[in-house]
């Protein structure tokens, strides 16, 4: 009996079959990180004893024929972004390096609630502020298919930590491409669902007009199955939209008839990497395949997407970051400090580079005489993109192209250039722009690394993009491919 890239689906019947507890399993992924995540650095924190106690529970209620959901007792991990009551929240970030939160991120209690079990905080670029996970203020995570080369982020730790077999599933956030951006560069599942669709209540704030929580799985029928528990509408957040969640895993499919597939042109220009635009081409013909109907669809303005990101996510950090001046929230430097101008300069030093890049930025776009010029230009080109996206999904029920344009980078590799990496979230940043729902699906490698399907879909039709991922993903065997560590 073999425990190692356990999805959620087999899990669970291992667990119901009482072929293993949820205690032997949390053991054996704390085992397995224990030993080797000194090569990966997916995860800041792990929870051993708060693990294992709440396995115990969930046995304890197993036996009693007393379960909460079908995941009660599944190990999984969550990205250090997420607040989790007495448990260290960082955001990867010195500024909160010894943030021990009073409460729960809305998320994390609907997971808690239905028997999850915690085994650790995962890794991120510094407050989500990323593509590689370089920028965390703790440590580089390593990709798990080649440990000399970049995860991608912001949430490469969750990423890592699902590739690596550190748990069955991890929950990330994607502001621009950081759930599947990572996904795509890992050979796992990355859904990033619609703005609104799952609750912001309880994540450290980047940028809260694009911020969204999303999960990693191995197969899109977990990653069904999870969507479907924290989709949960929340009062706490007034984002939260108050839509009845569906049941996601009985609407996927395992054929496509009826389904019109666009292939976004803009999506498949010279700068995507020729392997990938190949693999990306293949998984198109499997669409096809399988019955649906695919056409060329043409978003010009989706190529003004990045330019607006640039603008409206400084912006929105340096007015989310201002709080952290050292005197309402994070560290303090007050007892080094001569005067209050001396307490912010020494509370700031705690700050990493791309946070103080992003800050100064959004001050600067955000200040009289700008605003107008930056800030309010950004948001009415959005909505005109939100608008040629809305005009193309009516004659196509979803959205296809790579995730990424490349490979993932060399550590090592000049990294100092912000705009070089941005453009890694090229492809992936108009869903958060428009408002949509994505997910990257495996579909092939490229000198020896993954490469990622994203499949796009209208707001709130996220059924619809996992349905088509299901009906690939399950005529194709990437999900068999595991990383060698």
């Not at 046995?59 to 009660?72: E, G, H, T, Y």
């Not at 989709?231 to 496509?256: C, F, H, I, M, N």
């Not at 800050?359 to 010029?373: T, V």
Request: charged share 20%; proline share 4%.
């Amino acid at each position: 009996m073999t425990l190692d890239f356990l999805t959620i689906i087999d899990a669970v019947k291992m667990l119901d079959e009482g072929k293993i507890t949820s205690v032997e399993l949390t053991k054996h992924y704390l085992d397995k990180i224990n030993k080797l995540d000194r090569k990966i650095n997916a995860l800041i924190s792990v929870t051993p004893d708060l693990a294992l106690k709440e396995a115990a529970k969930s046995d304890d209620r197993r036996a009693k024929n007393n379960l909460r959901s079908a995941i009660d007792g599944v190990p999984g991990t969550l990205k250090d972004v997420l607040v989790t009551q007495s448990v260290r929240t960082t955001a990867a970030s010195k500024m909160l390096n010894d943030f021990i939160p009073p409460y729960e991120a809305h998320v994390v209690s609907l997971l808690k609630n239905a028997g999850m079990v915690v085994l650790g905080k995962t890794n991120l670029d510094e407050y989500a502020m990323g593509t590689t996970t370089v920028n965390s203020a703790y440590f580089i995570t390593k990709n798990p298919w080649d440990t000399t080369r970049v995860v991608g982020g912001s949430s490469g730790g969750s990423a890592a930590a699902v590739a690596a077999d550190f748990g069955v599933f991890s929950l990330g956030t994607d502001t621009g491409g950081s759930i599947r951006l990572p996904a795509s560069w890992t050979n796992t599942v990355g859904v990033r669902p619609t703005y609104g669709r799952v609750s912001r209540n309880g994540v450290i704030a980047m940028a809260s007009s694009l911020d969204q929580v999303g999960l990693f799985t191995r197969s899109v029928v977990d990653a069904a199955l999870l969507l479907s528990i924290i989709a949960e509408p929340d009062k706490g957040d007034s984002t939260s939209v108050r839509k009845t969640v569906p049941d996601y895993q009985s609407l996927l499919k395992s054929d496509l008839h009826g389904i019109t597939v666009g292939l976004v042109k803009q999506f498949m220009s010279d700068g995507v990497d020729e392997n990938i635009k190949k693999s990306v081409l293949e998984a198109v013909a499997q669409l096809k395949s399988l019955g649906a109907e695919v056409k060329e669809v043409s978003i010009p303005l989706s190529e003004m997407s990045l330019a607006v990101y640039m603008i409206l996510v400084p912006s929105e950090v340096s007015t989310n970051l201002e709080r952290y001046d050292g005197i309402r929230y994070g560290y303090s430097g007050a007892n080094h400090a001569k005067n209050l101008k001396d307490v912010y300069l020494q509370s700031r030093t705690h700050f990493g580079d791309e946070a103080k890049r992003r800050i100064m930025l959004g001050s600067f776009a955000l200040s009289s005489g700008y605003y107008d010029a930056y800030y309010n230009k950004a948001k009415r080109v959005r909505a005109m993109i939100s608008h040629q996206f809305d005009q193309v999904f009516q004659n196509v029920d979803v959205l296809v192209g790579p995730v990424a344009p490349s490979l993932p980078f060399k550590i090592g590799d000049d990294l100092s250039d912000p705009l070089k990496l941005w453009m890694a979230d090229l492809l992936a940043v108009p869903v958060n722009v428009a408002g949509l729902c994505g997910v990257s699906v495996p579909c092939g490698f490229s000198e020896n690394l993954p490469v990622g399907l994203q499949i796009m879909g209208k707001a709130f039709d996220d059924e619809t993009i996992l349905a088509v991922a299901n009906a690939y993903q399950k005529s194709t065997n990437w999900l068999d491919s595991h990383p060698n560590l």
